[in-house]
Nanobody
Framework: QVQLVESGGGLVQAGVSLRLSCAAAGSISSRNPMGWYRKATGKQRELVASISRGGSTNYADSVMGRFTISRDNTKNTWYMQMNSLKIVTTDAYSC?????WGGGRSWGQGTQAAVTS
């Protein structure tokens, strides 16, 4: 298990951007799969964005074209840039980091983002 610390959530107006960060307490490799999940009130948790072991990125249809996941291995941190945010009461975002060859996943503590009109 690797400790992950998230930051960057908050309360913003629709159309404004937010950037979430997930910092690992330890070195990460370019081959560590990682990503972000989102849990909206009354809905199931969904995988929003991810980076595979090979470096490819994937996005949920609901955020395609608006969210961008990236990482900085020199800072042991990955990010999710969220643009054109839509109005939601509150979404809880959690980052994760997988071991390079499977067998374990670490989770961040979660951060919330609320978008108002």
């Amino acid at each position: 298990q690797v400790q992950l610390v998230e930051s960057g959530g908050g309360l913003v107006q629709a159309g404004v951007s937010l950037r979430l960060s997930c910092a690992a307490a330890g070195s990460i490799s370019s081959r560590n799969p990682m990503g972000w999940y989102r849990k909206a009130t009354g809905k199931q948790r969904e995988l929003v964005a991810s980076i595979s072991r090979g470096g490819s990125t994937n996005y949920a249809d609901s955020v395609m074209g608006r969210f961008t996941i990236s990482r900085d291995n020199t800072k042991n941190t990955w990010y999710m840039q969220m643009n054109s945010l839509k109005i939601v009461t509150t979404d809880a975002y959690s980052c994760y980091l997988d071991k390079k060859w499977g067998g374990g996943r670490s989770w961040g503590q979660g951060t919330q983002a609320a978008v108002t009109s």
